[in-house]
């Protein structure tokens, strides 16, 4: 009985869609931000996390996640504020009573919070939770599958197989492999990964304007990924060319979520 309950409860964790990148991609894209913060944004970060068991951006990256089992009502009212299922109609142009229902999805999301985390007249508090939720969705934003099909909530209804260090393989889901199975596949730990993160070129454009948040555009660029020929795979099985077709991509991703925090941040932190 006990593992029956344990393999529940590991199911219903896998096929959510609140989860991306897994907890190194979110600290890879906090860690990013971090190098392109002004000497301004710095200080504001740490006087609002000064107190955090990990006072940093990749210290609270994850935060937004274990909400669930922490705080379970705001998880809950949080819960669809992680993704935003464009992909239904065709990555094309953002129209919010169709695309984002009463402002719950991660475009909007993104913009609410960074408005609470831009308003000094808020308590502390407010903009601590704000700077948390920002330096979260912003990370979600850019992983391909929390802008993909709600039909399949994100492929986490799409199985697959994937190796495994040892030479075997294991089940996954589809939306799991770009959380974080195919940086796994890698072999590189954190500081590795990001190591090779920063010797990336920027891949983003100058912005027209930093706030709001372009939130849109980026769920469209991820959105694109998501239903490029061959992301989902014509069997269960991913391989070796899978994993170098797309690796790259979830690279310029990471790297695209953190400059772009790291944009968003400098200008609602701004004196």
């Known amino acids: 009985m006990i593992r029956r309950l ?11 869609p609140a989860f991306a990148w897994g907890a190194m991609g979110h600290r890879l894209v906090a860690d ?24 940093t951006l990749a210290g609270i990256a994850n935060w937004a996640d274990a909400l669930r089992a922490n705080d379970p009502d705001l998880g809950k009212r949080s819960a669809k504020w992680h993704y935003a299922d464009i992909a239904e109609n065709g990555c094309g142009t953002y129209e919010p009573p169709r695309d984002c229902p009463n402002g719950d999805c991660v475009i909007e999301a993104i913009r609410a919070q960074t408005k609470i985390l831009a308003d000094h007249s808020q308590s502390i508090d407010a ?30 209804t799409v199985q697959v197989r994937i190796p495994t260090a040892d030479g075997g ?23 590795a990964y ?16 930093v706030l709001p948040p372009d939130s849109p555009a ?3 660029t991820s959105c694109r990924i998501a239903t490029r020929p061959g992301v989902y795979p014509s069997g269960t099985q991913i391989d ?32």
């Open 32 to 55: 990013l931000a971090a190098d392109e913060l002004t000497p301004a944004a710095r200080h504001e970060v740490d006087v609002l996390l000064k107190g955090e068991a990990e006072p």
């Open 127 to 156: 903009r601590r939770q704000a700077l948390k939720f920002v330096v979260h969705f912003i990370g979600d934003v850019h992983q391909p599958l929390h802008a993909a099909f709600a039909r399949d909530k994100g492929g986490n």
């Open 218 to 220: 980026w769920a469209q």
């Open 240 to 271: 070796a060319a899978y994993a170098a077709t797309f690796t790259p991509l979830i690279d310029e991703q990471l790297r695209r979520g953190g400059t772009h925090l790291a944009q968003v941040l400098n200008a609602a932190l701004a004196p």
């Open 194 to 209: 990001l190591a090779k993160l920063r010797a990336l070129p920027l891949v983003v454009d100058i912005p027209t304007h």
């Open 169 to 191: 393989e294991k089940g996954s889901n589809l939306h799991s492999l770009w959380d974080s199975g195919l940086i796994e596949l890698t072999g590189l730990d954190e500081a």
């Open 6 to 16: 344990l393999a529940s409860a590991l199911l219903c964790a896998i096929a959510s």
